[in-house]
C-alpha cells in the first residue's frame, strides 16, 4: 500500500497551545494535502502545497513539505476548541491520478 | 450552495442483496470518487473518475461497480454485500486545475452488512 502515515496517532493539548502533526509517506508526488474531519462527518479540505513548494501559510496553518525525506508536517498555532477534529495527509503520487489517505490524528484541544 | 450530496445516509441491509449508493455533486467537477473509512485504517480509495464515461479502481475495488453516465453524478454499487464492506462511505469531487484535486467530500453514508 501506497498509504501515509500520520504521527502522532492522537494528541491532546490545551486551549491557546500549539499543535504539530507530521506525515510520512512512500512514493514521489504532485501535491500534498490536509484535510480536517469533524467527527464522523465528511472531510474538508485546508491546504495544499505543491511538490516544488517547501513551505506554505494560510491564517493559523502552517504545513511544510520535505520531498528528500517523504514527509510533511502540520502546525495548528494558538489551538483553539473548534480545532478539535481527526486530521489527514492526502498524496497524489505523480504515476496516476488516485489519491492516497493516511491514518489520520486526532486532535483533542482542551478548553 | 455548492456540494456533494449522498444518499442514503444510514443504511443497514443483508448479505447478497444489491444496493446503489448515489453520490451528486452540482459544482461541475471533472474529477468525482469514492472512499471507505474503517478505523484505524484512514480513507481508502475504491474508484474514481475523470470525467464522464472515465472510470478507474483505486485501492480497494473488489466487490463494488461504479458508472459515470453524467457529469455531476457517479452511484456506487454493492452487486451483493458483504460483510466486509460494512464501513463509512464517501464521495468526493475537485475540478482538475494544474494537475491540482482539492477534493470536497460528501457527509458519509454508513452502511451496515448483516
Known amino acids: ?111 | 450552495e455548492a456540494q456533494v450530496t449522498q444518499n442514503p445516509r444510514y443504511l443497514i441491509t443483508v448479505t447478497g442483496k444489491k444496493l446503489t449508493v448515489t453520490c451528486s455533486q452540482n459544482m461541475n467537477h471533472e474529477y468525482m470518487s469514492w472512499y471507505r473509512q474503517d478505523p484505524g485504517l484512514g480513507l481508502r480509495q475504491i474508484y474514481y473518475s475523470m470525467n464522464v464515461e472515465v472510470t478507474d479502481k483505486g485501492d480497494v475495488p473488489e466487490g463494488y461497480k461504479v458508472s459515470r453516465k453524467e457529469k455531476r453524478n457517479f452511484p456506487l454499487i454493492l452487486e451483493s454485500p458483504s460483510p466486509n464492506q460494512t464501513s463509512l462511505y464517501f464521495c468526493a469531487s475537485s475540478r482538475i486545475q494544474g494537475g491540482s484535486y482539492e477534493q470536497y467530500f460528501g457527509p458519509g453514508t454508513r452502511l451496515t452488512v448483516t
Open chain 1, 1 to 111: 500500500s501506497q498509504q501515509g502515515e500520520e504521527d502522532p496517532q492522537a494528541l491532546s493539548i490545551q486551549e491557546g497551545e500549539n499543535a504539530t502533526m507530521n506525515c510520512s509517506y512512500k512514493t514521489s508526488i504532485n501535491n500534498l494535502q490536509w484535510y480536517r474531519q469533524n467527527s464522523g462527518r465528511g472531510l474538508v479540505h485546508l491546504i495544499l502545497i505543491r511538490s516544488n513548494e517547501r513551505e506554505k501559510h494560510s491564517g493559523r496553518l502552517r504545513v511544510t513539505l520535505d520531498t528528500s525525506k517523504k514527509s510533511s508536517s502540520l502546525l495548528i498555532t494558538a489551538s483553539r476548541a473548534a480545532d478539535t477534529a481527526s486530521y489527514f495527509c492526502a498524496t497524489d503520487p505523480n504515476t496516476g491520478n488516485q489519491f492516497y489517505f493516511g491514518t489520520g490524528t486526532s486532535l483533542t484541544v482542551i478548553p
